[in-house]
């Protein structure tokens, strides 16, 4: 890890962790020695960070020379709780840990009034029943469709029907019972609709389809409400 990484990823953790935070934690967390830390924060003082505290009484970033000061309206906080709950709910396992980090950074960032109020929200999200677990890695499938790269994979149907599927991934779709994948198949030469717990042998392949991505998904997204207002 590089200098720049690492003064990087302490910022990171200055910007998570509940005020004041030792040098022992924030050690732990970079895998250096308390004393790495002690000269880190030395230089991201001299780049304008504020940071208050001391050797033995932890750290607290008070400005951060890189983000603005947040501030939101009481019901905008019980909105972003109540999301990132559901997120933690929902989501693949990547994005229920990015949910709880974003929290955190939320937290840490806020006037104290408003991190208190964060902290102890009157809202929440809870899923009784779980929605299935994908069978394939959502991270994977969300950045081919990000970088706009045809995917292959295995799928199996409603009925138990196979086939091997090559499409464009389009956007994916969280609902309460399943995650979905939309996309332009090429087997079906038509928008399709493709649950992740039925898919396997997930391969990005090298075939682009930039930059046509958001004009497929609209266009998706509109052939798939025509159909349901059937």
Known sequence: MTKTERLFRLMQSLRQYPPPVTAGQLADDLGVSPRTIHRDIDALRSLGAVIDGAAGFGFTLIEDAVLPPLGFHATELEALVLGLCEVQQKGDPDLAAAARTALKKLRARLPQSQADRLQHA?????????????????????????????????????????????????????????????????????????????????????????????????????????????
């Open 122 to 230: 009157v809202l929440s999200a809870h899923s009784f029943t779980p929605p299935a677990p994908p069978t394939v890695d959502p991270a994977v499938l969300r950045q081919a469709t990000w970088e706009e790269r045809e995917v292959t994979f295995a799928y199996r149907d409603a009925k138990g029907a196979e086939s091997q599927r090559q499409v464009r991934p389009l956007g994916l779709v969280y609902f309460d019972t399943s995650s979905v994948l939309i996309a332009w198949c090429h087997l079906r030469q038509g928008v399709r609709v493709f649950r992740l717990d039925r898919m396997t042998q997930l391969v990005v392949t090298a075939t682009s389809f930039r930059p046509q991505r958001v004009v497929l998904y609209r266009d998706a997204l509109d052939h798939l409400q025509r159909q349901n207002a059937r």
